[in-house]
């Protein structure tokens, strides 16, 4: 018996930077969190209750707000679905039996390890409208090229074929788990049947998938409504705010104007509208998700 | 998976594998091309960054572009730095994450369970929802412009998800080597020390990467503690040095070879560890992913 209660303690004992971690990092920042961004709060006075001042002013007294949160919804719908689709192929690739899979792995991969910073000014670089790589190659084969970066219409779609440079990354690599764990008796099968390649790809590969894609769509998501490093270091939100994503116009709001009432309620307001979004995707998920032992 | 034997003709098959060949070839060369043209400008003198027709090999190779782009802003502070941040916050995490994915795999207690919940709840809340409140909280301890908020956390399980992916290795290790050990006289440490952490190796070097690799290429989190420029990590350094090239930094002259030379070094690090021991990079995510 008393060895069972030390064996119960012990087991916290374990545990417990966890549970002072939590309480430390996680919950008071919560409860603070919350509580300034029902405050006036700009850093330079104490805190003082406001209500839901700081909310109102983002739904309705900020067109930053809307603005940043257009651009953000905006790069998502690109960004998301065009790097999922990349990624799968990259994944359908390195699951052929090639040689040398694991070069091509390696360099599908590289660019995703690559520091972020680094990432943006080798594309800062790329991307320059008059000597830069893409326009000059553009320029070879008769096509002027936009100004990317510096132009209103080309800077988010830019920043998405940043992020597209990715997409051999740790998403493939899950796609590709995903892929290697369906049943190769259901090709042989198929194929048996006489179905050709296309219609093994609709007809089980997708389908068996479908909880693989689901997966990575959540979290694909949630990563770029996020997005903040690029479009900070590349175009600081600019030209005319065109790249003004939600986590710019929060880190400015809290870090750079001092608000951080306000910054705290926009941050709430990003926790709702992530989770908003990861749970449609469940909800629309029994639609087209197929588990195959539900 | 498609294999030879599901093709028929040897016709179709041999198309086949020139269409995969070139597909998978292309691709990794528009991947690859970024890096080649990063590397090839890097080398360049000035003159020649901006010839038109593109020069991919220059001519001449000026290694000298490194020893200046490292002399633009203090590099090998920014290096020291990070690597004190990067090792110090990795011997925190993944030692810290393993003791404390020890106590949910192996030990039953009062609300273990709930614990659990709450570790798998944390890891839904993105960080730039907390960027705020913890700012807050390490301005009034006094450690903004230190390396605290950004190592010490780490002692504290501050990445759940490595602690469920330490939880999920261990509950793969049957309990009757625990159990022999036990026999023998063992306490929970010892047999945590000496029985389960050295068959727990894989786990520890995914942990170990992908937390070297977090922290050296993080952002954001530095950018708000780390405000003064004897304290900035690498990719605060980085960002800095392109922003000369923008102002009056260099008085007009071409500084492309040396950010991108700057670049090169940055990533280069990065670039090795995972040369060298991708399959725990590759094995990190996968586990994640998949169970998560």
């Known amino acids: 018996m008393r060895l069972y209660t030390k064996r119960k303690l012990s087991g916290f004992l374990f545990v417990a930077p966890f549970v002072f971690g939590f309480l430390a990092f996680t919950l008071v920042p919560i409860l603070y969190s919350i509580f ?7 850093m330079l006075r104490p805190p003082r209750f406001a209500g ?9 007294g900020d067109p930053l707000f809307w ?85 209103i219409a080309w800077a988010k779609p830019s920043l998405v074929l940043i992020s597209l440079w990715g997409v051999g990354g740790p998403t493939a690599m899950i796609f590709l788990a995903g892929l290697q764990g369906i049943d190769s008796e259901l090709y042989e099968a198929a194929h048996i049947d006489g179905a050709g390649a296309l219609q093994r790809f609709w007809i089980i590969t997708l389908p068996m998938l479908s909880p693989t894609i689901l997966f990575n769509s959540i979290i694909a998501v949630i990563q770029s409504f996020q997005a903040f490093d690029v479009a900070f270091i590349a175009t600081e939100g600019g030209p005319a705010n065109a790249t003004l994503f939600y986590v710019l116009h929060l880190y400015r709001n809290a870090f750079e104007y001092f608000e951080v009432g306000y910054g705290a309620a926009l941050a709430w307001l990003l926790f709702m509208a992530i989770f908003f979004l990861t749970l449609m995707q469940l909800r629309l998920s029994k639609r087209w998700v197929y588990y195959t032992s539900a | 998976m498609i294999t030879a034997a599901t093709l028929s003709t040897p016709a179709r098959r041999i198309s086949y594998r020139v269409f995969l060949y070139l597909t998978c070839t292309v691709l990794a060369a528009m991947f ?68 404390i994915a020890y106590g949910f795999a192996r ?26 409140p913890r700012f807050l909280l390490f301005n009034l301890l006094g450690w903004v412009n230190t390396f605290l908020p950004l190592i010490v956390p780490a002692f504290f399980g501050a990445t759940p998800f490595m602690i469920f992916l330490g939880r999920q290795f261990l509950m793969t290790l049957p309990r009757e080597l625990d159990e022999a050990a ?21 786990f520890l070097a995914t942990a170990a990467i992908l937390s070297f690799q977090g922290d050296w290429n993080a952002f954001l989190p530095p950018l708000v503690y780390l405000q003064n420029q004897t304290k900035y990590t690498i990719a605060l350094g980085l960002r800095y040095v392109s922003g000369l090239s923008g102002g009056e930094g260099m008085a007009g002259l071409p500084m492309d070879h040396l950010i991108m030379a700057a670049s090169i070094t940055a990533l280069l690090p990065v670039v090795v560890i995972f040369l060298v021991f991708q399959k725990y990079f590759v094995r990190g995510i996968v586990m994640s992913g998949i169970k998560g």
Request: contains cysteine; charged residues 10%.
């Open chain 1, 36 to 42: 300034i961004s029902l405050s006036k709060y700009t």
């Open chain 1, 52 to 60: 839901l001042v700081n909310y109102e002013t983002a739904l309705f």
């Open chain 1, 67 to 151: 603005k940043s949160l257009a651009n953000t919804a905006y790069y998502t719908v690109l960004s998301v679905p065009l790097g999922l689709i990349g990624s799968l192929v990259c994944a359908l690739l390195l699951n052929q039996s090639i040689k040398a899979r694991n070069v091509y792995r390696t360099l599908f991969y590289l660019p995703a390890i690559t520091p972020i910073v680094a990432t943006t000014l080798i594309w800062t670089f790329l991307l320059r409208s008059d000597f830069g790589l893409i326009n000059v190659l553009l320029g070879i084969i008769g096509i002027q090229g936009p100004k990317w970066l510096g132009s």
């Open chain 2, 32 to 99: 690859a091309t970024p890096f080649f043209w990063a590397v090839s400008t890097s080398l360049k003198d000035a003159g020649s960054i901006y010839v038109d027709p593109p020069q991919w090999i220059p001519n001449p190779i000026v290694l000298w572009n490194y020893v200046q782009a490292m002399q633009l802003v203090p590099f090998h502070v920014y290096f020291q730095n990070t690597i004190v941040i990067t090792v110090l916050a990795g011997i925190g995490r993944v030692f810290v994450s393993s003791v």
């Open chain 2, 107 to 132: 030990f039953r207690f009062p609300g273990r369970d709930l614990l659990f919940v709450i570790l798998l709840g944390t890891m839904m809340i993105p960080d730039q929802v907390l960027i705020v």
């Open chain 2, 182 to 202: 036990e026999v023998d006289g063992a306490g929970p440490v010892t047999i945590f020390i000496r029985v389960l952490l050295p068959l727990a190796k894989p």
